[in-house]
């Protein structure tokens, strides 16, 4: 059995994607998924399932698709990259909800960062499928565009520290 941590893009922000944790939890229990969680309004799920993370990610997408009538994207790591994650976070020392992980599905790109537009005082490192970002002021009022970032989906330290305490690990 493998634990994941699906991360579902634009669900609950700003008023779009409406989706009640609770739903998301009776769908994955509906497609075989089983220990079953979700932490906080923003799409996040850990999950336990004998699916490979390509079936399972197709599986949620499918089931998501249906109920909200578009493609909601899914980020799925494993629980063992999600720590992974937490543990490579270049910002360590910064406040946790002043950093964020964006998980995309590809390779990022190597010039992802001097791509990025509207600099301030923001500060990204690469990783291989991650792009962590520090924003020393919060992301309130940061303008920061990352192209590679455009399709993937961002958490906080916080949740991501929170996700991976979930998955047991």
């Not at 089983?34 to 699916?51: K, P, Q």
């Not at 109920?67 to 946790?96: C, F, H, Q, S, W």
């Not at 962590?132 to 399709?151: F, N, T």
């Amino acid at each position: 059995m493998n634990r994941y941590v699906g991360l579902l893009r634009a669900v609950n922000v700003g008023g779009t994607g409406k989706l009640p944790m609770a739903d998301l939890r009776a769908m994955c229990a509906d497609i075989g998924f089983i220990d079953v969680a979700t932490y906080i309004a923003s799409g996040n799920v850990v999950f336990s399932s004998a699916l490979d993370v390509g079936n399972a990610k197709a599986k949620l997408e499918q089931s998501l698709a249906q109920y909200a009538g578009k493609a909601v994207p899914v980020m799925i790591r494993t629980a063992d990259e999600m720590a992974a994650v937490l543990a490579a976070n270049p910002y360590a020392d910064a406040a946790g909800n002043k950093v964020v992980t964006i998980f995309c599905d590809d390779l990022i790109p190597t010039d992802a960062a001097t791509r990025a537009r509207n600099i301030k005082d923001e500060a990204i490192t690469l990783g291989s499928r991650d792009i962590y970002v520090h924003y020393p002021r919060g992301q309130g009022g940061s303008k920061l565009m990352i192209p590679a970032a455009a399709a993937g989906t961002a958490r906080n330290m916080n949740t991501v520290a929170k996700l991976v305490a979930m998955t047991g690990r």
